[in-house]
């Protein structure tokens, strides 16, 4: 059918996959929730047919009002908001609820690829670069404000949308570079930290020496460096003691096991490991699992379902579902690169960015490998807002994609 050339079937197809995967083992967890998981997916389902038949630039025109709507709603949360489990981050109209840093995500994703888009944009110069940070921090703030560490966490995709258009990878390094001494600073003498530093510093410069430019700016900035990354490790420790109970627990769980905090934060990892380890090769079998059916880990249909695919299917059903997420997460990065337009582009790297980070951080919170924050699996993990947003994205992207094939210019 001529209509249906252009429309990326690969893509969509593991889209279909991941989502009947996902109501399966939702349905495993909790017949009743399963039966609403596939309502919404069908509601996903229509309103990604609506957005095929929107016009080519509707996106692209409507950017700034989606971004701002997105931000009211976020904002909306202090006085109106909903707490559940700890966290006002929920609109409640009686039985239904909706957590609007889902649909910010996508209105964040929208606006900055409309302003890299244009044509003052230049990654290089200051103002551009201070604006399209500043368009990722407004939301971003007010998510701290609520607060949301977890979906905080996330916006951090859309650095990488600006790595791909020129941003410096400096950025990068030196968040990584302050996250490990921060880490790390948890679990050894801080004081041994600093010293690591002081000798990593000298070596650098000893090795470098001749082609260091030996003026006070590049003096100054060795000396603030050391200085900085010191008081962090020095800090880190004191900022550990100031978090709220459940937060600090949450990370002391990585260091210590979770053996230790077995009847509070470390409960939900304790049985996720022990579903996923029970589950062998080829796992007991749908709705088989007796950590699963014993409703031993709570919420396990969120943010822990990935433990209902390991102990029902195994090491086989667990590395299929991984492949299937980074053969789709993937084909997302390889279709945008090759838009022709910078608006889809930039989308399509913000939206493979975010499903990227949500992946890595939901799977490495089951195994223990980061601490538990509050990260759905994409497209798996219950809940309406949060397949109904990642849908949107997926067919905001696959309706840029096909216009992008389709044109003529």
């Known amino acids: 059918m001529k209509w249906a050339e252009g429309i990326d079937k690969l893509g969509l197809g593991l889209y279909f996959l991941l989502c009947i995967f996902a109501i399966a083992n939702i349905n495993s967890v909790d017949a009743e929730l ?26 692209e025109n409507m950017a700034s009002i989606i971004y701002v709507g997105g931000v009211l709603l976020l904002i909306g949360l202090f006085p109106f908001g909903k707490e559940i489990l700890g966290q006002k981050n929920w609109y409640k109209f009686g039985s239904f609820t909706m957590q609007p840093v889902e649909f910010a995500k996508i209105g964040t994703a929208l606006m900055l690829a409309n302003y890299v ?47 791909r258009e020129g941003l410096s990878g400096w950025l990068f390094g030196l968040g990584f570079l302050f996250a490990v001494v921060f880490l790390v600073s948890l679990a050894i003498n801080p004081l041994y930290v600093v010293l690591a530093i ?13 082609k260091i430019s030996w003026n006070i700016i590049s003096i100054a900035s060795i000396v603030g460096s050391v200085l900085v990354l010191s008081g962090l490790a020095m800090a880190s420790p004191k900022i550990l003691e100031k978090l709220p109970k459940h937060q600090r627990e949450r990370i002391e769980v990585l260091y210590k096991g979770e053996r230790m905090f077995r009847d509070t934060s470390g409960y939900n990892l304790l049985y996720s490991k022990t579903a996923i380890g029970s589950g062998g090769l080829w796992g007991k079998g749908y709705k088989e699992g007796s950590v699963t059916q014993g409703k031993f880990v709570p919420e396990q249909q969120t943010d822990y379902i990935f433990c209902t695919v390991g102990e029902e299917w195994g090491f086989i059903g667990s590395a299929t579902l991984i492949i299937c997420y980074v053969l789709y997460i993937g084909r997302i990065y390889y279709l945008a690169e090759k838009q022709k337009s910078t608006f889809n582009r930039v989308f399509g790297y913000s939206f493979a960015s975010i499903l990227l980070l949500h992946f890595c951080i939901n799977l490495g919170m089951v195994m223990g490998l980061f601490p538990t924050v509050g990260i759905p699996m994409p497209y798996f993990s219950y809940g309406g807002s949060s397949l109904l947003a990642f849908s949107m994205m997926t067919f905001i992207f696959f309706k840029l994609n096909y216009a992008d094939r389709n044109s003529l210019v």
């Open 34 to 59: 399963g039966k609403k998981q596939l309502v919404f997916f069908g509601l996903s389902v229509f309103v990604g047919i609506i957005i095929f038949f929107t016009r080519n630039k509707f996106f």
């Open 117 to 163: 888009a244009g044509p003052d944009f230049n990654i290089k110069n200051k103002k551009s670069l201070w604006t399209a940070l500043g368009i990722i921090a407004i939301p971003a703030v007010v998510v701290l404000a609520i607060p949301d560490v977890g979906s905080l966490l996330v916006f951090g995709a859309f650095f990488i949308a600006l790595y």
């Open 198 to 210: 002081l000798i990593i510093t000298g070596l650098l410069i000893f090795f470098n020496y001749y």
